[in-house]
């Protein structure tokens, strides 16, 4: 079993920034693909950023792109999503998650299969 435990969020004005980290319980995490998703109230859950096993390639959803940064430290076994320049409609849940992959490509919710527990992320004035 692999465990991902989240940590960061919070509520933040439009414009601002914030950093969620994803500490993974063990060191094999690091042959694993990571990403990040978010769930809306009432949405489905969405792609945000995913990474390589290597941090070779990254991924983002075009609604981030530019603004969010996903980044690995393999030796700390931890993710990161660095969260610039927010806006009201990146409120939701967010959630890290470990691929079945290594390859970055792979964005689905059903190409991950372990999940963290979620933190909210409130942007708003």
Do not use: H
């Amino acid at each position: 079993q692999l465990q991902l435990v989240q940590s960061g969020g919070g509520l933040v004005q439009p414009g601002g920034s914030l950093r969620l980290s994803c500490a993974a319980s063990r060191r094999t995490s690091s042959s694993r693909a990571m990403g990040w998703f978010r769930q809306a109230p009432g949405k489905e859950r969405e792609f945000v950023a995913t990474i390589g096993a290597y941090a070779v390639s990254t991924y983002y959803a075009d609604s981030v792109k530019g603004r969010f940064t996903i980044s690995r430290d393999n030796a700390k076994n931890t993710v990161y999503l660095q969260m610039n320049s927010l806006k009201p409609e990146d409120t939701a849940v967010y959630y890290c998650a470990a691929s079945k992959y290594a390859s970055a490509g792979y964005r689905r919710p059903s190409d991950f299969d372990y999940w963290g527990q979620g933190t909210q992320v409130t942007v708003s004035s």
